[in-house]
């Protein structure tokens, strides 16, 4: 009878959950319309100061059930070198990054376009097409520290915030408050460049692709890979891009990052060389 009854608490536990879950795209714009409207934080290691509405925890939370959605529906790699490589490069580097919630999961997805995308609650996507760009295992911690940089600085939930507050202020509001259950999820989608066709360094802004080179950096150092090897991949990735052409031409031409990108990577060389030095020394 006690095994029952705690059984069936235990289904009464899932079952509530699980109509949280349903729940959570109301909860989320409730939470965000109680808490005041304005909300400055100091971003992790970089101090800069950006405009937050998610919370940490609310932000993980929709990762994590993205993620689920995405491994639902799209094709995962479920074996060979490729999927133990990313494992590998994802295990040195999370162990580096601190994402608060996280739970580390890396899939590579069967998908040709060249991306690769960091949520929050630590849930990494790798798409096979930007292995032929990333080449080895360095080039592809370049790719995972840039992307979990992102998150690390909260980038998404300062994109998030600033489309929330936008949606919120106008005629958007009733239909922000009114969307379906797919409305936050697309939301956190574009916020982290998921399924994004442009590759992997476009759904930023100039200088949150900048500070996220700069962190990454150190991470890839720090979990031990030589921190050279990120100017040669972002060599090869603006290569790509000027081959590529059509839209990502008039992408470029608005927002002519690679050479800046470079530039400054070979600036902040010095000291994620040292760091990796030290990590190689212990
Ligand atoms: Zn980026």
């Not at 300062?158 to 958007?172: D, K, N, Q, T």
Request: glycine share 8%; hydrophobic share 45%; net charge positive.
């Amino acid at each position: 009878m006690k095994h029952i009854s705690a059984m069936t608490a235990m289904r009464d536990r899932t079952n509530s959950w699980r109509s949280k879950l349903r729940q959570l795209p109301s909860l989320l714009l409730g939470l965000i319309l109680s808490v005041a409207l304005f909300s400055c934080a100091t971003a992790p290691e970089t101090g800069r100061q950006q405009l937050l509405l998610v919370s940490p925890s609310d932000e993980a939370r929709l990762g994590v059930q993205t993620f689920q959605q995405l491994k639902e529906q799209q094709k995962v790699v479920t074996r060979g070198q490729d999927l133990a490589m990313l494992q590998r490069v994802g295990e040195r580097i999370s162990q580096v990054a601190p994402v608060p919630n996280a739970r580390w999961e890396f899939v590579l997805f069967e998908d040709e376009a060249p991306n690769a995308f960091a949520l929050p609650g630590g849930k990494v996507g790798v798409n096979t097409g930007i292995l032929p760009i990333t080449q080895d295992e360095a080039g592809l911690a370049t790719v995972i520290g840039h992307e979990i940089a992102h998150v690390v600085a909260r980038h998404g939930a300062e994109r998030m915030s600033h489309r929330l507050l936008v949606e919120l202020g106008g005629a958007g509001l009733s239909a922000a408050l009114g969307a379906e259950a797919g409305a936050n999820r697309n939301l956190i989608m574009q916020a982290y460049g998921v399924g994004t066709q442009l590759g992997v360094m476009l759904p930023y802004s100039r200088t949150q692709e900048l500070v996220a080179d700069q962190l990454g950096l150190l991470f890839m150092a720090r979990a031990g890979y030589d921190p050279r090897a990120a100017a040669a991949f972002w060599n090869r990735f603006a290569t790509y891009n000027a081959r590529r052409g059509g839209p990502m031409l008039e992408f470029l031409s608005t927002h002519p990052l690679d050479q800046r990108r470079i530039a400054e990577l070979e600036r902040s060389m010095p000291q994620a060389v040292a760091e990796h030095e030290r990590t190689r020394a212990r």
